[in-house]
């Protein structure tokens, strides 16, 4: 017994007694006023915190192709691990954050309904979810603290059974909506409620059923509004949305089994026995959708879904800030309404004429695909990493061209500049392409300004790298060929796939993905063929060697005789042709490196081969072709190999587990599919 007695004890030890304390504070409206004058910002309305809220976690400034971008640290979602960050759409985080901001200042988008649009699986709910998260984990912060208040001791109002003890404000209004408007304003400035850096201002009117303890208990004492305010308790508010309190989300279901009651509140019939009457507000559950949003966010799950009658609801909750409860008056709501639809349902409401009033009152933005290869494969890691495959191998590469191949399905062919597609996608990644620049990408990214809003979204792209994993066909691991057999396959069956000239588009760039990849894994096997230290060594030596006597005119002595001999011309042109170097254009790349030897030797550095990005390539294709022959790469695809080549072979599969990421079965493999290439004789 005293042994579960410390388990449960060293458990209980991990509660935060402080902030219980602090979410569980509560206070007299006269508290309250004295709390408001040290941090006026617990009145903020809806916007304004959720915009605050945003800020709190700070920004990041970058420029992408000349133009300033800001960086949202709130949509990593840090506070998660990153399980739900945003990759790749800063510009429509940009857009949604100034729209916020705008709202926060009271400048008209606070009246609008704030609609993400785009393709499925653009990452739409994942910001709605990360906004409600945020703002319900803003709540329990001292920065985020808001307070809502409970009536008490209402014995002689006609509340009924534990009501009458206590009564908690069925919409966690504002406290100081309990001043009334006719002289709220005046109340606050003489009151000095409002400081230097944020001006307290509060709208609008108690809902139902407050309204009536209120004018009851002002009836008993006369019009003694002090008298009321003993009635009151406030108290900390803590958003949840599990719990239903200032967070909610709506989702449009079958026409037969829902009505706006789900928006707006409903009638509690067991209540009407007791008061008499189903327009009487404490008869009345006010648990729609708006009701408990107040004070935060509610989401609307594919909101061009919605039954005409729900929209109805929604134009006045976002224009008047009103909901529309049955059987009573328009109540006052404060609380940010965000929407998101996909394409296919905004087309609908475009050429829909009796939508015209829902479109004047919303703020269109738009969540495309990402259009960049580094950006898509983090979304992938997240989900595919080593933390989360246990037991398996993911070569290298594979979410690489899983990305590429999902990137392509999104770009436009381009229309000038006389690109490929595939260059086209490594200039938007920032990959520097000789006689492109910074500008091509702007003009590009002008003439297709549609361009990620159609495509193929990750979610496929996650679904087949899953299928792939657990096809185990790989001895524990999979690499890209399996990734991309499966992204292939499942071309046949995709459901949003609409014709089958899109089909053909989406197997060409699968095409387009492995030769990519041919190239990537060439160059990786040519680098750690060529990663013998020594040997590249002695090339440099005897390259910087010719071309020093080359350029000065004179002779180099020979390694073997000792005898001055002239500069060995066909070394040197072996060398420079690996990198496209001209006969006519020789002397001037020789000068050029004697130049670049020359310049170091001024600045006291000394000359090393690797340090010259062009001559480093160079070397190693040039190393990689010697070596090659020596090693007999071709021999790999034939089931006997010496053991000299063997041996040889060993070190570079070394290599690749070393350098780059591979493991005992994924670098045989990439040596196999290699060697393969230079056995059909295709080396370009």
Same mark, same amino acid.
């Given at each position: 017994?005293?042994?579960?007695?410390?388990?449960?004890?060293?458990?209980?030890?991990?509660?935060?007694?402080?902030?219980?304390?602090?979410?569980?504070?509560?206070?007299?409206?006269?508290?309250?006023?004295?709390?408001?004058?040290?941090?006026?910002?617990?009145?903020?309305?809806?916007?304004?915190?959720?915009?605050?809220?945003?800020?709190?976690?700070?920004?990041?400034?970058?420029?992408?192709?000349?133009?300033?971008?800001?960086?949202?640290?709130?949509?990593?979602?840090?506070?998660?691990?990153?399980?739900?960050?945003?990759?790749?759409?800063?510009?429509?985080?940009?857009?949604?954050?100034?729209?916020?901001k705008?709202?926060?200042?009271?400048?008209?988008?606070?009246?609008?309904?704030?609609?993400?649009?785009?393709?499925?699986?653009?990452?739409?709910?994942?910001?709605?979810?990360? =906004?409600?998260?945020?703002?319900?984990?803003?709540? =329990?912060?001292?920065?985020?603290?808001?307070?809502?208040?409970?009536?008490?001791?209402?014995?002689?109002?006609?509340?009924?059974?534990?009501?009458?003890?206590?009564?908690?404000? @069925?919409?966690?209004?504002?406290?100081?909506?309990?001043?009334? @408007?006719?002289?709220?304003?005046?109340?606050?400035?003489?009151?000095?409620?409002?400081?230097?850096?944020?001006?307290?201002?509060?709208?609008?009117?108690?809902?139902?059923?407050?309204?009536?303890i209120?004018?009851?208990?002002?009836?008993?004492?006369?019009?003694?509004?002090?008298?009321?305010?003993?009635?009151? *308790?406030?108290?900390r508010?803590?958003?949840?949305?599990?719990?239903?309190?200032?967070?909610?989300?709506?989702?449009?279901?079958?026409?037969?089994?829902?009505?706006?009651?789900?928006?707006?509140?409903?009638?509690?019939?067991?209540?009407?026995?007791?008061?008499?009457?189903?327009?009487? @507000?404490?008869?009345?559950?006010?648990?729609?959708?708006?009701?408990?949003?107040?004070?935060?966010?509610?989401?609307?799950?594919?909101?061009?879904?919605?039954?005409?009658?729900?929209?109805?609801?929604?134009?006045?909750?976002?224009?008047?800030?009103?909901?529309?409860?049955k059987?009573?008056?328009?109540?006052?709501?404060?609380?940010?309404?965000?929407?998101?639809?996909?394409?296919?349902?905004?087309?609908?409401?475009?050429s829909?004429?009796?939508?015209?009033?829902?479109?004047?009152?919303?703020?269109?933005?738009?969540?495309?695909?990402?259009?960049?290869?580094?950006?898509?494969?983090?979304?992938?890691?997240?989900?595919?990493?080593?933390?989360?495959?246990?037991?398996?191998?993911?070569?290298?590469?594979?979410?690489?061209?899983?990305?590429?191949?999902?990137?392509?399905?999104?770009?436009?062919?381009?229309?000038?500049?006389?690109?490929?597609?595939?260059?086209?996608?490594?200039?938007?990644?920032?990959?520097?392409? @000789?006689?492109?620049?910074?500008?091509?990408?702007?003009?590009?990214?002008?003439?297709a300004?549609?361009?990620?809003?159609?495509?193929?979204?990750?979610?496929?792209?996650?679904?087949?790298?899953?299928?792939?994993?657990?096809n185990?066909?790989?001895?524990?691991?999979?690499?890209?060929?399996?990734?991309?057999?499966?992204?292939?396959?499942?071309?046949?069956?995709?459901?949003?796939?609409?014709?089958?000239?899109?089909?053909?588009?989406?197997?060409?760039?699968?095409?387009?993905?492995?030769?990519?990849?041919?190239?990537?894994?060439?160059?990786?096997?040519?680098?750690?063929?060529?990663?013998?230290?020594?040997a590249?060594?002695?090339?440099a030596?005897?390259?910087i060697?010719?071309?020093?006597?080359?350029?000065?005119?004179?002779?180099?002595?020979?390694?073997?005789?000792?005898?001055?001999?002239?500069?060995?011309?066909?070394?040197?042109?072996?060398?420079?042709?690996?990198?496209?170097?001209?006969?006519?254009?020789?002397?001037?790349?020789?000068?050029?490196?004697?130049n670049?030897?020359?310049?170091?030797?001024?600045?006291?550095?000394?000359?090393?081969?690797?340090?010259?990005?062009?001559? *480093?390539?160079?070397?190693?294709?040039?190393?990689?072709?010697?070596?090659?022959?020596?090693?007999?790469?071709?021999?790999?695809?034939?089931?006997?190999?010496?053991?000299?080549?063997?041996?040889?072979?060993?070190?570079?599969k070394?290599?690749?587990?070393?350098?780059?990421?591979y493991?005992?079965?994924?670098?045989?493999?990439?040596?196999?599919?290699?060697?393969?290439?230079y056995?059909?004789?295709?080396?370009?």
């Amino acid at each position: 017994m005293g042994d579960a007695q410390s388990l449960v004890g060293k458990i209980a030890a991990m509660q935060d007694y402080a902030l219980y304390r602090d979410l569980s504070w509560e206070g007299s409206f006269e508290e309250y006023l004295a709390l408001i004058r040290k941090q006026p910002q617990v009145t903020r309305n809806a916007f304004q915190r959720a915009y605050d809220m945003i800020i709190r976690y700070g920004t990041e400034e970058y420029t992408d192709n000349k133009k300033k971008l800001v960086r949202y640290n709130f949509f990593k979602d840090e506070l998660n691990g990153g399980q739900d960050a945003i990759y790749g759409l800063d510009i429509p985080l940009m857009r949604l954050v100034h729209v916020l901001k705008a709202a926060a200042e009271g400048y008209g988008p606070e009246k609008r309904v704030i609609l993400l649009h785009g393709p499925v699986g653009s990452s739409k709910s994942t910001i709605a979810r990360l =906004m409600k998260k945020g703002i319900e984990h803003y709540s =329990m912060s001292p920065d985020g603290a808001l307070y809502t208040f409970d009536w008490v001791n209402l014995d002689g109002v006609g509340m009924a059974g534990p009501e009458s003890g206590r009564f908690k404000c @069925p919409m966690h209004e504002e406290p100081l909506r309990l001043i009334p @408007p006719s002289w709220r304003d005046r109340a606050i400035k003489e009151l000095e409620l409002s400081n230097p850096t944020f001006n307290v201002r509060v709208d609008g009117d108690l809902d139902p059923a407050c309204r009536f303890i209120f004018n009851k208990l002002m009836e008993r004492y006369g019009g003694d509004w002090g008298k009321v305010m003993q009635h009151i *308790r406030v108290r900390r508010l803590v958003l949840s949305e599990k719990d239903r309190i200032g967070i909610g989300t709506f989702q449009p279901k079958d026409e037969k089994n829902q009505d706006s009651t789900e928006l707006t509140g409903d009638i509690n019939y067991r209540k009407i026995a007791e008061y008499g009457s189903d327009s009487d @507000p404490r008869a009345f559950n006010f648990d729609g959708e708006f009701n408990i949003s107040n004070r935060g966010v509610v989401e609307f799950i594919e909101v061009l879904k919605l039954d005409v009658a729900f929209l109805y609801d929604l134009l006045g909750a976002s224009q008047e800030h009103k909901i529309k409860p049955k059987k009573f008056a328009q109540t006052d709501i404060d609380e940010v309404i965000l929407g998101h639809t996909n394409e296919a349902e905004y087309k609908k409401l475009l050429s829909n004429e009796f939508m015209e009033a829902l479109r004047d009152r919303t703020i269109k933005i738009d969540i495309p695909y990402i259009t960049k290869v580094s950006e898509e494969i983090r979304i992938y890691e997240k989900d595919f990493n080593r933390d989360k495959i246990r037991g398996k191998h993911i070569a290298p590469h594979t979410l690489e061209v899983a990305a590429m191949w999902a990137v392509l399905t999104r770009l436009e062919d381009p229309k000038k500049h006389n690109l490929s597609l595939v260059q086209k996608m490594k200039l938007y990644d920032g990959k520097v392409l @000789p006689g492109y620049t910074q500008d091509t990408v702007k003009e590009l990214r002008k003439e297709a300004p549609r361009e990620g809003m159609e495509g193929i979204s990750p979610r496929y792209v996650q679904d087949k790298i899953s299928n792939a994993l657990v096809n185990d066909i790989g001895e524990g691991t999979i690499n890209p060929f399996m990734v991309l057999s499966e992204l292939e396959k499942g071309l046949r069956h995709h459901s949003l796939i609409s014709s089958d000239e899109q089909r053909k588009r989406y197997g060409e760039c699968i095409g387009m993905v492995k030769r990519e990849y041919e190239e990537i894994v060439k160059n990786e096997v040519q680098r750690a063929i060529s990663a013998d230290e020594d040997a590249i060594q002695k090339l440099a030596a005897n390259y910087i060697d010719s071309i020093k006597a080359y350029t000065l005119k004179e002779k180099v002595k020979d390694r073997f005789t000792r005898e001055d001999v002239e500069p060995d011309e066909r070394l040197m042109r072996s060398i420079e042709e690996k990198i496209d170097i001209p006969e006519n254009r020789k002397d001037d790349f020789r000068r050029e490196i004697m130049n670049y030897i020359g310049a170091l030797a001024v600045d006291g550095k000394k000359f090393e081969w690797h340090t010259n990005d062009r001559l *480093r390539r160079a070397l190693e294709l040039k190393l990689f072709e010697d070596q090659k022959d020596a090693i007999k790469l071709q021999t790999l695809v034939s089931s006997v190999i010496d053991k000299e080549t063997q041996e040889k072979i060993d070190i570079i599969k070394t290599r690749m587990i070393k350098y780059f990421g591979y493991n005992e079965v994924s670098a045989r493999d990439v040596l196999d599919y290699v060697a393969s290439i230079y056995a059909r004789g295709d080396t370009k």
